[in-house]
């Protein structure tokens, strides 16, 4: 059977946007990562995915592959089905290992946005390892996931990962690494710190790219983030309490805070603090969602006090709308 072409290996069409290729290339690299898929096949699959990615993302590596594909003779090919041999370019097998402890797809707080562009590709080093002349080494993206509370007050975190080098033949090798970053208190999702000198090596002493994390607010049951910086928490709140309204403290990530419930509080009604959300340049507000938590019914007194209640309340009855 012919070896596939690059196009062929991520589903897409030559006239394939740049959108459309990324977007192929994180499903297929979801589906083939070794961490998740069963195909025994994976890692080879994933290698494969990241060498057709890396030159198709790429305009000007496109433009060349597009061109051996129309006139493969002439780049010294021994085929003319569309498949890259004869193409000019080193492979480096990916290896699942490269990515360390904390750097392994779906686990801990780092993840890589555009997943393994970075380590276990032939990225720009085999494709244009003819030419001469400086050359830097692109940008990595990644994603690193927080908690909220380390936007309210800054955190530091260590990452240790196997980042790839070049030696001095100019072949990719892979060096442990641990680096120390620093959260700074009032950052907001969505926004990146740069470490610079941490992406690709460059080419022929041309310098290194930079890494750039994207942060991303760990998902919590009663905690979240809108808008960016605006934080809603839900607490829980006794029946009287709700009722009779009253101060009570609440424990928050903007710190413990008394806050006062208003009488004939419903259940999902929202307290808005003002200024206690994420603490950005502007700072976001808190919302306090109520959620009404009944006491459990467990001995005859219990059962009698609800009784008590609900006689005394016997022309109320609760509303209800579809």
Same mark, same amino acid.
């Given at each position: 059977?012919?070896?596939?072409?690059?196009?062929?290996?991520?589903?897409?069409?030559?006239?394939?946007?740049?959108?459309?290729?990324?977007? $192929?290339?994180?499903?297929?690299?979801?589906?083939?990562?070794?961490?998740?898929?069963?195909?025994?096949?994976?890692?080879?699959?994933?290698?494969?995915?990241?060498? *057709?990615?890396?030159?198709?993302?790429?305009?000007?590596? &496109?433009?060349?592959?597009?061109? %051996?594909?129309?006139?493969?003779?002439?780049?010294?090919?021994?085929?003319?089905? +569309?498949?890259?041999?004869?193409?000019?370019?080193?492979?480096?097998?990916?290896?699942?290992?490269?990515?360390?402890?904390?750097? *392994?797809?779906?686990?801990?707080?780092? &993840?890589?946005?555009?997943?393994?562009?970075?380590?276990?590709?032939?990225?720009?080093?085999?494709?244009?390892?003819?030419?001469?002349?400086? %050359?830097?080494?692109?940008?990595?993206? $990644?994603?690193?996931?927080?908690?909220?509370?380390? *936007?309210?007050?800054?955190?530091?975190?260590?990452?240790?990962?196997? %980042?790839?080098?070049?030696?001095?033949?100019?072949?990719?090798?892979?060096?442990?690494?641990?680096?120390?970053?620093?959260?700074?208190?009032? !950052?907001?999702? +969505?926004?990146?710190?740069?470490?610079?000198?941490?992406?690709?090596?460059?080419?022929?002493?041309?310098?290194?790219?930079?890494?750039?994390? /994207?942060?991303?607010?760990?998902?919590?049951?009663?905690?979240?983030?809108?808008?960016?910086?605006?934080?809603?928490?839900?607490?829980?709140?006794?029946?009287?309490?709700?009722?009779?309204?009253? /101060?009570?403290?609440?424990?928050?990530?903007?710190?413990?805070?008394?806050?006062? !419930?208003?009488?004939?509080?419903?259940?999902?009604? /929202? %307290?808005?603090?003002?200024?206690?959300?994420?603490?950005? /340049?502007?700072?976001?507000?808190?919302?306090?969602? !109520?959620? !009404?938590?009944?006491?459990?019914?467990?001995?005859?007194?219990?059962?009698? $006090?609800?009784?008590?209640?609900?006689?005394?309340?016997? $022309?109320?009855?609760?509303?209800?709308?579809?």
């Amino acid at each position: 059977m012919a070896e596939r072409n690059f196009y062929e290996i991520l589903g897409v069409d030559r006239k394939a946007s740049e959108d459309d290729i990324k977007k $192929a290339y994180r499903k297929l690299v979801r589906k083939y990562h070794p961490d998740i898929s069963k195909d025994p096949d994976a890692v080879a699959k994933t290698s494969e995915i990241n060498i *057709a990615y890396e030159t198709l993302h790429n305009k000007e590596k &496109r433009a060349e592959y597009n061109e %051996m594909l129309d006139n493969p003779f002439r780049h010294g090919g021994q085929q003319n089905d +569309g498949s890259h041999h004869g193409y000019n370019y080193q492979q480096y097998e990916f290896d699942p290992s490269h990515f360390g402890q904390n750097g *392994a797809f779906g686990s801990g707080d780092f &993840r890589f946005d555009d997943f393994f562009s970075a380590f276990g590709s032939s990225g720009q080093h085999g494709f244009q390892q003819n030419r001469t002349g400086p %050359m830097n080494g692109e940008d990595q993206h $990644a994603e690193l996931v927080i908690d909220i509370s380390a *936007a309210y007050q800054g955190a530091q975190r260590n990452l240790s990962l196997d %980042m790839p080098t070049l030696n001095t033949q100019g072949q990719m090798t892979y060096e442990r690494k641990t680096l120390n970053v620093k959260i700074p208190a009032g !950052i907001t999702e +969505g926004q990146q710190i740069r470490l610079s000198g941490q992406g690709l090596p460059g080419f022929n002493g041309g310098a290194a790219g930079d890494l750039y994390l /994207k942060i991303s607010f760990r998902n919590q049951e009663n905690l979240y983030v809108q808008n960016r910086k605006d934080v809603y928490q839900r607490i829980n709140v006794a029946p009287w309490t709700a009722a009779l309204g009253g /101060k009570t403290d609440i424990t928050t990530p903007a710190g413990l805070l008394s806050v006062n !419930i208003p009488a004939n509080s419903h259940n999902g009604q /929202k %307290m808005r603090l003002k200024g206690k959300g994420i603490p950005a /340049k502007e700072a976001g507000d808190l919302y306090l969602l !109520i959620n !009404i938590v009944l006491p459990q019914t467990n001995t005859e007194t219990d059962r009698a $006090a609800w009784q008590a209640l609900a006689s005394h309340y016997a $022309a109320f009855q609760p509303q209800n709308h579809i």
